[in-house]
């Protein structure tokens, strides 16, 4: 289980390159919190996905070229909105792991528990983390995908490769191939669909997740 702790917890900075820094400038750090509250304010009364990084500058009051110096797409922006419920989701996430641990919980039990707690993450967060996905962002050198979808790959990966250690499942499974799909449903795009589209609860989707890897 160590191994997991280690690369959750290593990741919990991963989007530190989008945040101010400390010492931005007073006029520049007022025009980023007028944008960021300007961003929640019509994301809230429109829709996120309706909204253009346009609208965002011409509501604030600034021009686009404030506007793109600091966030070079709305995916970025959403992901600054969403830091500090990130940050706390994924202390959430390594303090409950870390006591199942203690408890001497298996790592599939482990598993379980994630899976309902980060359904629960996305589905209240859902349009934010659609375009953070969308934008594809990669503030890490070498990563290829935004720091929380990051975030749920390592843990997953590292926490299947604790159960085939254990027994718990057949050690011959691919497990990154089994990493990946276990969390293609949590995806905002697939996690939409199957909210909107199929009608099912969050709770279904996180427990069935936790349920299929005890078939394996």
Not at 55 to 75: H, W
Not at 76 to 87: K, M, W
Request: charge should be negative.
């Amino acid at each position: 289980m160590s191994e997991a702790i280690e690369l959750i917890s290593g990741n919990v900075d991963g989007w530190a390159d989008i945040l101010p820094p400390s010492h931005e400038r007073r006029d520049a750090s007022a025009n980023r919190a007028r944008l960021l509250a300007t961003a929640c304010a019509l994301f809230a009364e429109r829709g996120v996905a309706n909204v253009t990084m346009a609208d965002i500058a011409t509501t604030a009051g600034v021009g686009k070229g404030t506007l793109y110096r600091r966030f070079a797409n709305k995916g970025e922006l959403c992901l600054l909105l969403l830091d500090e419920n990130l940050r706390g989701h994924e202390q959430e996430m390594l303090a409950l792991l870390q006591g199942l641990a203690g408890e001497k919980a298996t790592f599939l039990a482990r598993l379980e528990h994630f899976f309902l707690h980060v359904a629960a993450f996305t589905d209240s967060h859902i349009a934010l983390l659609f375009e953070v996905q969308q934008a594809g962002i990669s503030p890490a050198a070498g990563e290829i995908d935004p720091p929380y979808f990051s975030f749920q790959h390592m843990t997953v990966s590292g926490l299947l490769r604790g159960a085939q250690a254990a027994g718990e499942i057949d050690p011959a499974v691919d497990r990154e191939m089994l990493t990946d799909l276990l969390l293609a449903p949590l995806t905002p795009p697939y996690f939409r669909y199957l909210r909107e589209r199929r009608g099912y609860s969050v709770e279904r989707i996180g427990a069935f997740l936790g349920q299929l890897i005890k078939t394996l």
